[in-house]
Protein backbone atom coordinates (compact mmCIF):
# COMPACT_ATOMS: atom_id res chain seq x y z
CA UNK A 1 0.00 0.00 0.00
CA UNK A 2 2.29 2.62 -0.97
CA UNK A 3 1.30 6.70 -2.10
CA UNK A 4 1.06 5.62 -5.36
CA UNK A 5 -2.05 3.40 -4.65
CA UNK A 6 -3.31 5.41 -1.80
CA UNK A 7 -3.99 8.13 -4.05
CA UNK A 8 -5.45 5.82 -6.94
CA UNK A 9 -7.77 5.17 -4.45
CA UNK A 10 -8.48 8.36 -3.30
CA UNK A 11 -9.12 9.23 -6.85
CA UNK A 12 -11.90 6.15 -7.04
CA UNK A 13 -13.37 7.23 -3.73
CA UNK A 14 -14.22 11.24 -4.94
CA UNK A 15 -15.65 10.09 -8.63
CA UNK A 16 -17.40 7.32 -6.84
CA UNK A 17 -18.62 10.27 -4.51
CA UNK A 18 -19.23 12.49 -7.34
CA UNK A 19 -22.47 10.43 -7.67
CA UNK A 20 -23.10 8.46 -5.02
CA UNK A 21 -24.99 5.52 -5.08
CA UNK A 22 -29.02 5.30 -4.77
CA UNK A 23 -28.62 1.89 -2.68
CA UNK A 24 -25.82 0.56 -0.53
CA UNK A 25 -23.42 -0.83 -2.83
CA UNK A 26 -19.50 -2.04 -2.77
CA UNK A 27 -17.54 1.21 -3.75
CA UNK A 28 -13.85 -0.43 -4.18
CA UNK A 29 -12.92 -4.31 -4.70
CA UNK A 30 -9.23 -4.51 -3.65
CA UNK A 31 -9.72 -7.91 -3.19
CA UNK A 32 -10.13 -8.30 -6.70
CA UNK A 33 -6.46 -8.07 -7.26
CA UNK A 34 -7.04 -6.00 -9.64
CA UNK A 35 -5.60 -2.72 -8.11
CA UNK A 36 -1.79 -2.92 -7.38
CA UNK A 37 -1.04 -2.72 -3.58
CA UNK A 38 -5.09 -2.42 -2.43
CA UNK A 39 -5.33 -6.06 -2.06
CA UNK A 40 -6.35 -6.12 1.36
CA UNK A 41 -8.73 -3.37 1.17
CA UNK A 42 -12.58 -2.26 0.48
CA UNK A 43 -14.93 0.14 1.05
CA UNK A 44 -18.41 0.19 0.84
CA UNK A 45 -21.18 2.84 0.58
CA UNK A 46 -23.96 2.00 2.88
CA UNK A 47 -25.94 5.16 2.23
CA UNK A 48 -24.52 8.08 4.53
CA UNK A 49 -21.75 5.66 5.73
CA UNK A 50 -18.23 4.96 3.97
CA UNK A 51 -16.66 1.76 5.48
CA UNK A 52 -13.40 1.29 4.60
CA UNK A 53 -12.39 -2.13 5.74
CA UNK A 54 -8.65 -3.53 6.17
CA UNK A 55 -7.95 -7.33 5.89
CA UNK A 56 -3.98 -7.32 6.41
CA UNK A 57 -2.12 -5.51 9.09
CA UNK A 58 -0.23 -2.19 7.23
CA UNK A 59 2.77 -0.98 8.46
CA UNK A 60 2.93 2.00 10.71
CA UNK A 61 3.53 4.44 7.82
CA UNK A 62 0.78 2.63 5.84
CA UNK A 63 -1.85 3.08 7.74
CA UNK A 64 -0.85 6.42 8.56
CA UNK A 65 -1.61 7.60 4.76
CA UNK A 66 -4.07 5.99 4.44
CA UNK A 67 -5.90 7.78 7.66
CA UNK A 68 -4.69 11.16 6.63
CA UNK A 69 -6.17 10.68 2.69
CA UNK A 70 -9.68 9.62 4.02
CA UNK A 71 -9.83 12.52 6.96
CA UNK A 72 -8.63 14.33 3.66
CA UNK A 73 -11.18 13.02 1.43
CA UNK A 74 -14.24 14.59 4.29
CA UNK A 75 -13.25 17.58 3.91
CA UNK A 76 -13.87 17.55 -0.15
CA UNK A 77 -16.58 18.69 -2.13
CA UNK A 78 -17.58 15.37 -3.20
CA UNK A 79 -17.86 14.14 0.36
CA UNK A 80 -19.58 17.27 1.34
CA UNK A 81 -22.17 16.81 -0.99
CA UNK A 82 -22.53 12.94 -1.35
CA UNK A 83 -24.50 12.90 1.74
CA UNK A 84 -22.05 11.29 3.61
CA UNK A 85 -22.26 11.56 7.31
CA UNK A 86 -19.70 8.79 8.97
CA UNK A 87 -16.51 7.73 8.33
CA UNK A 88 -15.06 4.04 9.40
CA UNK A 89 -12.10 2.03 9.25
CA UNK A 90 -12.51 -1.49 10.23
CA UNK A 91 -9.18 -3.76 11.08
CA UNK A 92 -10.47 -7.05 9.86
CA UNK A 93 -7.18 -8.79 10.50
CA UNK A 94 -7.56 -7.68 14.50
CA UNK A 95 -9.40 -11.05 16.18
CA UNK A 96 -12.17 -8.61 17.05
CA UNK A 97 -12.25 -6.60 14.06
CA UNK A 98 -11.99 -3.14 15.52
CA UNK A 99 -13.76 -0.36 14.21
CA UNK A 100 -12.02 3.43 13.94
CA UNK A 101 -14.98 6.11 13.52
CA UNK A 102 -12.60 8.74 11.79
CA UNK A 103 -15.67 11.15 11.00
CA UNK A 104 -18.73 11.38 12.16
CA UNK A 105 -20.22 10.12 15.32
CA UNK A 106 -19.83 6.51 16.56
CA UNK A 107 -23.06 4.45 16.03
CA UNK A 108 -23.92 0.87 16.23
CA UNK A 109 -27.03 0.36 13.69
CA UNK A 110 -27.70 1.92 10.52
CA UNK A 111 -30.73 1.20 8.18
CA UNK A 112 -29.83 0.61 4.48
CA UNK A 113 -32.11 -0.51 1.08
CA UNK A 114 -30.97 -2.78 -1.81
CA UNK A 115 -33.19 -3.46 -4.24
CA UNK A 116 -36.26 -1.82 -2.62
CA UNK A 117 -35.46 -3.67 0.49
CA UNK A 118 -34.40 -2.60 4.16
CA UNK A 119 -32.10 -3.96 6.30
CA UNK A 120 -30.59 -3.16 9.63
CA UNK A 121 -26.78 -3.14 9.95
CA UNK A 122 -24.44 -3.26 12.92
CA UNK A 123 -21.37 -0.99 12.77
CA UNK A 124 -18.42 -0.95 14.91
CA UNK A 125 -19.24 -4.23 17.23
CA UNK A 126 -18.87 -7.04 14.75
CA UNK A 127 -17.17 -8.69 12.51
CA UNK A 128 -19.74 -8.55 9.75
CA UNK A 129 -21.94 -6.05 9.41
CA UNK A 130 -25.11 -8.13 8.27
CA UNK A 131 -25.59 -7.85 4.79
CA UNK A 132 -23.18 -9.36 2.31
CA UNK A 133 -22.71 -7.11 -0.44
CA UNK A 134 -21.32 -9.28 -3.35
CA UNK A 135 -24.79 -11.43 -3.06
CA UNK A 136 -26.85 -8.88 -4.09
CA UNK A 137 -27.58 -11.05 -7.32
CA UNK A 138 -28.49 -13.69 -5.24
CA UNK A 139 -30.85 -12.42 -3.27
CA UNK A 140 -32.79 -10.88 -6.76
CA UNK A 141 -32.82 -14.29 -8.07
CA UNK A 142 -34.04 -15.62 -5.35
CA UNK A 143 -37.03 -12.71 -5.14
CA UNK A 144 -37.65 -13.41 -8.55
CA UNK A 145 -37.89 -17.31 -8.06
CA UNK A 146 -39.83 -17.54 -4.61
CA UNK A 147 -43.75 -16.45 -5.97
CA UNK A 148 -45.88 -19.64 -4.33
CA UNK A 149 -42.81 -21.42 -2.60
CA UNK A 150 -41.81 -23.18 0.21
CA UNK A 151 -38.04 -21.99 0.98
CA UNK A 152 -35.53 -23.27 2.98
CA UNK A 153 -32.75 -20.95 4.03
CA UNK A 154 -29.52 -22.61 5.58
CA UNK A 155 -26.57 -20.95 7.13
CA UNK A 156 -29.53 -17.92 7.40
CA UNK A 157 -27.15 -15.62 9.26
CA UNK A 158 -29.76 -12.15 9.25
CA UNK A 159 -32.10 -13.70 6.80
CA UNK A 160 -31.33 -11.40 3.68
CA UNK A 161 -32.10 -14.61 1.22
CA UNK A 162 -35.70 -14.82 3.54
CA UNK A 163 -36.07 -11.06 3.37
CA UNK A 164 -36.08 -11.02 -0.47
CA UNK A 165 -38.17 -14.52 -0.71
CA UNK A 166 -41.06 -13.37 1.18
CA UNK A 167 -40.77 -10.22 -0.83
CA UNK A 168 -40.83 -12.40 -4.02
CA UNK A 169 -44.27 -14.07 -3.05
CA UNK A 170 -42.86 -17.02 -0.84
CA UNK A 171 -45.84 -19.24 0.82
CA UNK A 172 -43.35 -19.53 3.89
CA UNK A 173 -39.31 -19.70 4.42
CA UNK A 174 -37.22 -21.80 7.46
CA UNK A 175 -34.51 -19.82 7.84
CA UNK A 176 -31.68 -21.92 10.10
CA UNK A 177 -28.58 -20.71 12.05
CA UNK A 178 -27.03 -21.82 14.91
CA UNK A 179 -26.52 -18.31 15.96
CA UNK A 180 -29.67 -17.02 17.38
CA UNK A 181 -28.99 -13.33 18.04
CA UNK A 182 -28.09 -13.12 14.13
CA UNK A 183 -31.68 -14.84 13.54
CA UNK A 184 -32.72 -12.11 15.86
CA UNK A 185 -31.97 -9.48 13.82
CA UNK A 186 -33.34 -11.46 10.54
CA UNK A 187 -36.49 -11.00 12.23
CA UNK A 188 -35.82 -6.86 12.70
CA UNK A 189 -35.58 -7.16 8.84
CA UNK A 190 -38.46 -9.06 8.29
CA UNK A 191 -40.70 -6.18 10.14
CA UNK A 192 -38.61 -3.25 8.81
CA UNK A 193 -40.14 -4.41 5.23
CA UNK A 194 -43.28 -5.09 7.10
CA UNK A 195 -43.77 -8.68 6.32
CA UNK A 196 -46.00 -11.26 8.02
CA UNK A 197 -43.72 -13.09 10.67
CA UNK A 198 -46.38 -16.44 10.15
CA UNK A 199 -44.76 -17.11 7.33
CA UNK A 200 -41.14 -16.88 8.77
CA UNK A 201 -39.71 -19.58 10.87
CA UNK A 202 -36.39 -19.47 12.77
CA UNK A 203 -34.59 -22.32 13.59
CA UNK A 204 -31.48 -21.59 16.12
CA UNK A 205 -30.17 -24.92 16.13
CA UNK A 206 -26.60 -26.57 14.36
CA UNK A 207 -27.82 -28.18 11.09
CA UNK A 208 -26.25 -31.23 11.53
CA UNK A 209 -27.57 -32.50 14.56
CA UNK A 210 -31.02 -30.81 13.11
CA UNK A 211 -32.19 -32.99 10.14
CA UNK A 212 -35.10 -34.34 11.26
CA UNK A 213 -36.54 -30.69 12.39
CA UNK A 214 -35.59 -29.11 8.95
CA UNK A 215 -37.48 -31.98 6.86
CA UNK A 216 -40.72 -31.69 9.43
CA UNK A 217 -40.98 -28.47 7.76
CA UNK A 218 -41.14 -29.41 4.34
CA UNK A 219 -40.61 -30.37 1.50
CA UNK A 220 -38.99 -27.68 -0.07
CA UNK A 221 -39.61 -25.70 -3.24
CA UNK A 222 -36.43 -23.82 -3.24
CA UNK A 223 -33.37 -24.63 -0.74
CA UNK A 224 -30.53 -22.16 -0.52
CA UNK A 225 -27.22 -23.33 1.08
CA UNK A 226 -24.76 -19.94 1.78
CA UNK A 227 -21.97 -21.50 4.30
CA UNK A 228 -19.24 -19.85 5.91
CA UNK A 229 -15.67 -21.57 4.06
CA UNK A 230 -15.27 -22.23 7.89
CA UNK A 231 -17.01 -21.78 11.06
CA UNK A 232 -15.21 -23.57 14.13
CA UNK A 233 -16.56 -26.42 15.32
CA UNK A 234 -19.22 -26.57 13.06
CA UNK A 235 -18.61 -26.25 9.49
CA UNK A 236 -15.81 -27.06 7.30
CA UNK A 237 -16.42 -26.46 3.61
CA UNK A 238 -13.89 -29.40 2.02
CA UNK A 239 -15.60 -31.79 4.91
CA UNK A 240 -19.18 -31.12 5.47
CA UNK A 241 -20.83 -29.63 2.32
CA UNK A 242 -21.24 -32.98 1.08
CA UNK A 243 -22.97 -34.12 4.23
CA UNK A 244 -25.14 -31.33 3.29
CA UNK A 245 -26.17 -31.84 -0.78
CA UNK A 246 -26.49 -35.78 -0.11
CA UNK A 247 -29.48 -34.77 2.12
CA UNK A 248 -31.21 -32.55 -0.59
CA UNK A 249 -32.94 -35.15 -2.40
CA UNK A 250 -35.11 -36.29 0.76
CA UNK A 251 -35.66 -32.65 1.43
CA UNK A 252 -36.93 -31.07 -1.74
CA UNK A 253 -40.26 -31.46 -3.71
CA UNK A 254 -40.29 -33.04 -7.05
CA UNK A 255 -40.38 -29.82 -9.07
CA UNK A 256 -38.02 -28.53 -6.54
CA UNK A 257 -34.71 -26.42 -7.04
CA UNK A 258 -31.03 -25.82 -5.21
CA UNK A 259 -29.00 -22.25 -4.35
CA UNK A 260 -25.76 -23.64 -3.30
CA UNK A 261 -22.92 -20.67 -2.86
CA UNK A 262 -19.15 -21.27 -2.04
CA UNK A 263 -17.44 -17.88 -1.09
CA UNK A 264 -13.76 -19.81 -1.12
CA UNK A 265 -11.54 -17.95 -3.23
CA UNK A 266 -9.34 -21.34 -3.34
CA UNK A 267 -12.30 -23.19 -4.63
CA UNK A 268 -14.05 -23.38 -7.58
CA UNK A 269 -17.78 -24.25 -8.86
CA UNK A 270 -16.36 -27.38 -9.50
CA UNK A 271 -16.46 -28.54 -6.12
CA UNK A 272 -20.21 -28.00 -5.84
CA UNK A 273 -20.84 -29.39 -9.70
CA UNK A 274 -19.05 -33.06 -9.14
CA UNK A 275 -19.88 -32.66 -5.71
CA UNK A 276 -23.74 -32.48 -6.05
CA UNK A 277 -23.42 -35.34 -9.16
CA UNK A 278 -22.06 -37.78 -6.48
CA UNK A 279 -24.34 -36.86 -3.81
CA UNK A 280 -27.65 -35.86 -5.25
CA UNK A 281 -27.36 -36.78 -8.65
CA UNK A 282 -31.01 -36.47 -9.48
CA UNK A 283 -30.13 -32.84 -9.28
CA UNK A 284 -28.58 -31.45 -12.78
CA UNK A 285 -26.83 -27.90 -12.69
CA UNK A 286 -28.45 -25.47 -14.92
CA UNK A 287 -26.72 -22.04 -14.57
CA UNK A 288 -24.03 -19.82 -11.92
CA UNK A 289 -25.13 -16.54 -11.33
CA UNK A 290 -23.00 -13.47 -12.08
CA UNK A 291 -21.46 -11.41 -9.63
CA UNK A 292 -22.44 -8.11 -9.39
CA UNK A 293 -19.92 -6.16 -11.64
CA UNK A 294 -18.51 -3.60 -8.85
CA UNK A 295 -17.00 -7.43 -7.36
CA UNK A 296 -15.05 -8.08 -10.53
CA UNK A 297 -11.98 -10.09 -10.18
CA UNK A 298 -8.89 -10.95 -11.88
CA UNK A 299 -9.72 -14.42 -11.17
CA UNK A 300 -13.34 -15.20 -11.93
CA UNK A 301 -13.11 -18.69 -9.67
CA UNK A 302 -11.65 -16.46 -7.05
CA UNK A 303 -15.23 -14.49 -6.25
CA UNK A 304 -18.37 -15.79 -5.06
CA UNK A 305 -19.58 -19.00 -6.71
CA UNK A 306 -23.74 -19.21 -6.77
CA UNK A 307 -25.09 -22.36 -8.22
CA UNK A 308 -28.53 -23.61 -9.36
CA UNK A 309 -29.62 -26.51 -9.64
CA UNK A 310 -32.88 -28.73 -10.40
CA UNK A 311 -34.69 -31.53 -10.26
CA UNK A 312 -33.37 -33.76 -13.52
CA UNK A 313 -36.16 -33.42 -16.16
CA UNK A 314 -36.55 -29.57 -15.81
CA UNK A 315 -35.08 -28.68 -18.73
CA UNK A 316 -31.63 -28.27 -17.07
CA UNK A 317 -28.18 -28.31 -19.07
CA UNK A 318 -24.48 -28.88 -18.42
CA UNK A 319 -22.90 -25.88 -19.49
CA UNK A 320 -21.75 -23.42 -17.19
CA UNK A 321 -24.17 -20.77 -17.69
CA UNK A 322 -23.80 -17.29 -16.01
CA UNK A 323 -26.99 -15.17 -15.43
CA UNK A 324 -26.74 -11.29 -14.82
CA UNK A 325 -28.25 -8.35 -15.93
Known amino acids: MNSEAIATL ?4 IAALSAPPSQTLRLFHGRGQRWPGMEHLTVDWLQGVLLVCLFRQPSEPELAALTQMLLALTQTPEWQTSGAQHLLLQHRYLP ?5 FLF ?11 GGLRYKLDLGKKQNSGLFLDMRYGRRWV ?18 FSVAAIAGGATHVVNLDMARAAL ?5 NHRLNQHDLSQVSFLGHELFKSWGKVK ?3 PYDLIIIDPPSFQKGSFALTQDYQKILRRLPDLL ?8 CINDPTTGPEFLIEGMQAQAPSLVFTQRLENPPEFADINPDSGLKALVFVQAGQGAGTDLAVLGD
Open 96 to 100: DSSTE
Open 216 to 218: SFG
Open 104 to 114: GEPLEEWLISE
Open 10 to 13: QKHL
Open 253 to 260: SEQGMVLA
Open 143 to 160: QAQAQGKRVLNLFAYTCG
Open 184 to 188: SRGRD
